[in-house]
C-alpha cells in the first residue's frame, strides 16, 4: 500500500513546495497583521525559519533512517484504523487548504480584476482546470512546476527590480516597536499558512535525491522571497501597505518599466501559474490518499468527488467575506499543521518505538 | 477523461465568455471614461464633484489626426459621499463612472482647510483607483479647475499630469501620488505638501498652473510656497533629479545652474535631550548661463567662486524654508519626524503627542556639497 507509483526527483519536488509556497506569500492578506509594524516583518521570516525547523523535528527523526513508506504507510501495520483516521485527517486538512486556496483567488479576482462579475463560472473552470492537473498525476505536476518556475522567479525578480527605484528607507519602522510577541504570533501565523510541511510529511517517500539538502534550500530560498516582497512593501508603500486587501498586488501595480506601467498584470499570472499548481497538488494527494487507504473507487473518481466538493465549497464562500474570514483563519491552520506536521508524526514515533523496543525483547 | 475534461472545460469558456450579463455586462461602450476628479464642499456640507472625461460620443466622430487628444466632457454633481456623487454622474450621461484611466484628483481649498478626512477613503477603497493617480490642491475650487477652457477646449486632466510629472525634470514642482499621499496620512504628524493648481487668465487665454506647493499640518493646509521655494523642499526631501537654479555670486553676475544630480542624507543625534537633525545636500550641476556678457576664458577662482557661493546660497535658502516649515507652518512636510521614530524610538514614544513643538525646538544644520560637473564651451584656466 505504498505511495510510491512514480517518484520526482528533489529538485522537482520541492520546485512544485516553492511555487505552492510563493502562492501563500503573494496573497498574503494584510488583515492578518494588525499589530505588527512595517519592519518587523522583514524580521518575521527569520523567526519562521526557526519555528519550521523546531516542528519539522519529529518528521525528521520518523524519517532518519528510511524514506521508502510514508507515515500512513508505518501506521498500517500496527492499525488500520489508527491509519484511515490519520489519513482522513490529512484529506481534511488538504481539502480545506484547497478550498482557501480557491476562496482567495476568488477574492481578489472577484474584489480586483472582475469585480463586478459573478465569479462562479471562472470558479468552476478553475476547479476543473486543477482537478486536471491532479488527474494528470505526481510527474506531470513536477515538471509542470519546473516549467512554471522558470517563468515565475524572473518574473518575481524583474517585479522587484523595477521598484528599486521607489524604495524609501524612511518607510521602514523600528524593529520589536509593540515587543516581540506580536512578532513571534504573526511569524507562527505564517508557519500555519504554510500545507507544504504537511505535504512533505506525506509525499516524502515520493521524492528520490538529497531531501535533507532539498528541505533547507526550499526552507530558505521561500523566507528568502518573503523576506525580499516584504521589504519592497515596506520601503516602497510604507503605511499604504497596511490598507489595502492584496499589499503584493497593489505593490505590482506601482511597478513601471520603460514605458510599461502596472506590472500586477504579470503578478496575476504568476498568481493563477502558482495556485494550478498548489490546489492540483492538494487534489492530487486527497485522491491518492483515499486510492491508497480506502481503496474501493478509482483515483478519477476521487478527484471528481474531490472536485464536486471544491465547487460547493468555493460556491458558498464567493462573494461572501463574513463566510470567507471565517473559513481563512488562521487558528483552524494553525491547530491542523500542528496535528499533521507535529502531532501525527509523534504518535507514528511512539508506535515505531515501541515496536523497536517490542523487536529487541524478542531477539 | 482527457477529453471530457477538455470539453467541460471548453463549455465553461464559451458559457462564461457569451454570457453577455456577466464580463461583458460593462462594455467599455456603456462607461465613462474619467480623466480627472475634483472635489469641493458646498455649503450645505455635501459634495460637489466635477468630473472629466472622454466624450466618447464626439469621440468617434472626431478625425483621426485629433486622436492623441481625445474630446473632453465636464460634469458637476452633488452627493452627501464622494461615491454618492460620482455615481449620479450616470443620470446625466446613461454611462457608468470608469476609475482605472482617471489622471488626477484635485481638492478645493473648502476640502483642503478642513474636510480631508471624509473623503480620503474613497480613492484607497474603490478598486478601480490606481495607487498611483496624482494628488493636487486648487488654490480655489477644484471645479474651476477641470472646467477652464482654452478656448473652447477644456485643459485636459492629462495635460496637469504631465506638468506635475514634469517634477523629474523641474525641481520646481512637488509630486505626490495618492500611495505617498495615504503614507504620510497614517504617519504621526499627518503633514505632507501637494502641487498647488491655479486658472490663469493672460490676453483672454486660460491656462491651468502650478503655482506653488501647499503645505499641510495635521492634514489641514496652512500655507503655500512658491516654486522657487519647491527646488529647496524637494532638494530637503530627496526628490529633486533635475532642475534649474539661479544666483547671484559676483556684483551683477547671475549664474544658471542644471542640476543633473541630487542626494540628499539625512541624520539625527539626540543633544541635551533633543533631536538634532544634520541634513547633507549633495549636488551635481552643469553651468547652463553666465549673464554680464561672454567671455573667452572662465578662471578657476571663478568657478571657486561660483561654487563657494552656490552652496550658501542652497544652504541659507534650505534653512530659511526649515524654519518656515517648523516655526511659521508648524507642519513637517520634510518628514523629519519620521526620523525620529526610527532612530529614537523611546523618545518617539514619550513625545509622540507632543512632536510639533519638538520640532520647533530641534536643532538644524543643512551641510551643501555642489559639484560643478560641466561648464559648458567656455574655456577654463
Known sequence: ??????????????????????????????????NIRLSDMLIQPIFRIGIGIVIMLPLYLLYRSSTSENLLDMTIRKSKILARIISLVYVIFFFYFTVVTIARLDLFAGTIVFPETDMTYILIFAIILCCYGAFLGFETLGRSSVLSAVFVIPALIFIML???????????????????????????????????????????????????????????????????????????????????????????????????????????????????????????????????????????????AIGFLTIIGNILISGQIKRFTFVDNSMIKIVLTFITVVVTPLIVLVFRRKEKKKCEKQL | MRKAIIGVLVILLSVFIFNENEIYRKDIRNRLVIQGIGIDMNDNGSYSVTIQAIDTNAQSAASSD????????TFKTEGNTIYTALKSVTELEGKVPLYSQNRVIILGKSITEEN??????????????????????????????????????????????????????????????????????????????????SVVEKDKEKSVEIIGTAVFNNTRYREKISKGET???????????????????????????????????????????????????????????????????????????????????????????????????????????????????????????????????????VEVNLEIRRIGHEFVV
Not at chain 1, 512593501?233 to 486587501?245: D, E, I, P, R, Y
Not at chain 2, 477644484?142 to 477644456?154: C, H, P, R, T, V
Open chain 2, 116 to 197: 480631508m478626512d471624509d473623503v480620503i477613503d474613497f480613492f484607497v477603497r474603490d478598486v478601480e483607483n490606481s495607487s498611483s493617480v496624482c494628488i493636487a490642491a486648487a488654490e480655489k475650487t477644484a471645479g474651476e479647475i477641470l472646467e477652464a477652457k482654452n478656448g473652447d477646449e477644456y485643459i485636459s486632466a492629462r495635460n496637469i499630469e504631465t506638468a506635475i510629472n514634469s517634477n523629474e525634470f523641474d525641481g520646481r514642482i512637488f509630486r505626490l501620488q495618492l500611495y505617498e499621499l495615504i503614507n504620510r496620512y497614517n504617519s504621526s504628524t499627518k503633514d505632507f505638501a501637494l502641487p498647488m493648481l
Open chain 1, 162 to 304: 523595477t521598484l528599486t527605484k521607489k524604495v524609501d528607507f524612511l518607510n521602514l519602522t523600528p524593529i520589536f516597536y509593540n515587543g516581540v510577541d506580536s512578532v513571534l504570533k504573526v511569524s507562527v501565523d505564517s508557519v500555519g499558512q504554510t500545507v507544504e510541511y504537511a505535504i512533505i510529511a506525506l509525499a516524502l517517500p515520493r521524492v528520490k535525491g538529497n531531501i535533507k539538502k532539498g528541505f533547507f534550500i526550499w526552507l530558505v530560498s521561500q523566507t528568502f522571497l518573503m523576506a525580499v516582497m516584504f521589504f519592497f512593501a515596506c520601503t516602497v508603500m510604507g503605511n499604504f501597505a497596511s490598507t489595502q486587501l492584496f499589499p503584493f498586488h497593489t505593490l505590482a501595480s506601482l511597478a513601471e518599466f520603460a514605458m510599461f506601467g502596472r506590472l500586477d498584470a504579470i503578478f496575476t499570472s504568476v498568481w493563477i501559474m502558482c495556485a494550478f499548481i498548489k490546489a492540483g497538488l492538494l487534489i492530487y494527494l486527497q485522491s491518492d490518499i483515499l486510492t491508497t487507504y480506502f481503496g474501493k473507487l478509482k483515483r478519477t473518481t476521487y478527484i471528481i
Open chain 2, 231 to 365: 527646488v529647496f523642499l524637494n532638494m530637503l526631501y530627496n526628490t529633486i533629479n533635475n532642475s534649474a537654479l539661479s544666483y547671484d555670486y559676483e556684483d551683477g553676475k547671475k549664474v544658471s545652474l542644471n542640476i543633473v544630480g541630487a542626494e540628499t542624507k539625512r541624520k539625527i543625534v539626540m543633544k541635551d535631550g533633543m533631536p538634532s537633525f544634520k541634513i547633507t545636500i549633495k549636488l551635481k550641476a552643469d553651468i547652463a548661463e553666465i549673464t554680464g556678457g561672454v567671455s573667452a576664458k572662465m578662471e578657476v577662482k571663478e568657478l571657486d567662486k561660483i561654487n563657494s557661493t552656490g552652496e550658501e546660497y542652497i544652504k541659507t535658502e534650505s534653512t530659511k524654508l526649515i524654519n518656515k516649515m517648523y516655526n511659521g507652518y508648524n507642519s513637517d512636510a520634510l518628514g523629519l519626524a519620521r526620523l525620529i521614530y526610527i532612530n529614537e524610538k523611546n523618545f518617539f514614544k514619550e513625545n509622540e503627542k507632543n512632536l510639533d513643538s519638538v520640532l520647533q525646538k530641534s536643532n538644524y544644520e
Open chain 1, 1 to 34: 500500500m505504498e505511495l510510491t507509483k512514480g517518484k520526482i526527483s528533489t529538485f522537482q519536488f520541492f520546485t512544485m513546495l516553492f511555487l505552492s509556497r510563493t502562492l501563500t506569500t503573494v496573497t498574503y492578506l494584510s488583515s492578518y497583521t494588525e
Open chain 2, 66 to 73: 485629433d486622436a492623441s487628444q481625445p474630446p473632453l466632457k
